[in-house]
C-alpha cells in the first residue's frame, strides 16, 4: 500500500501562487507515476499534470505554461507549482500515484482563487 499526504493549499487571490506538495510513503519502491488531479463539485476528476519517475512530464492544457509539477524522489515528494491562477483553477486538488495507473491517491487540498 501507498500513503499519500498533501499539503499547501488555501486561499489566493487571481493572479497570484501556491504550491502543493504530496509525500509518498509505504510500498513506493515501485511507483513510477505520480500527478495532480483536481475536482469541482459536481464535474468529473480531471488531471492536472503528471510526472514518471524518469521525469516526463504531462499537463492540462488549460494550465500550460502556469503550472509546473517536479519530483524529488529522493524524498518521495511531488510538488505543483501554480502561477498566475485563476477563478477557474478553484478545485479540490488530489495527489495521485501508481505503477502502470493512478492506483493511490491523497485526501485532497482545496485550493480557492478569488477574483
Known amino acids: 500500500q501507498v500513503q499519500l499526504v498533501e499539503s499547501g493549499g488555501g486561499l489566493v487571490q487571481a493572479g497570484g501562487s501556491l504550491r502543493l506538495s504530496c509525500t509518498a510513503s509505504g510500498s513506493i519502491f515501485s511507483i513510477n507515476f505520480m500527478g495532480w488531479y483536481r475536482q469541482v463539485l459536481g464535474k468529473q476528476r480531471e488531471l492536472v499534470a503528471g510526472?514518471?519517475?524518469?521525469?516526463?512530464?504531462n499537463y492540462a492544457d488549460s494550465v500550460k505554461g502556469r503550472f509546473t509539477i517536479s519530483r524529488d524522489n529522493a524524498k518521495n515528494t511531488v510538488y505543483l507549482q501554480m502561477t498566475s491562477l485563476k477563478p477557474e483553477d478553484t478545485a479540490v486538488y488530489f495527489c495521485?500515484?501508481?505503477?502502470?495507473?493512478?492506483?493511490?491517491w491523497g485526501q485532497g487540498t482545496q485550493v480557492t482563487v478569488s477574483s
Open positions: 510526472i514518471t519517475s524518469g521525469g516526463t512530464t
Open positions: 495521485a500515484a501508481g505503477v502502470l495507473r493512478y492506483d493511490y
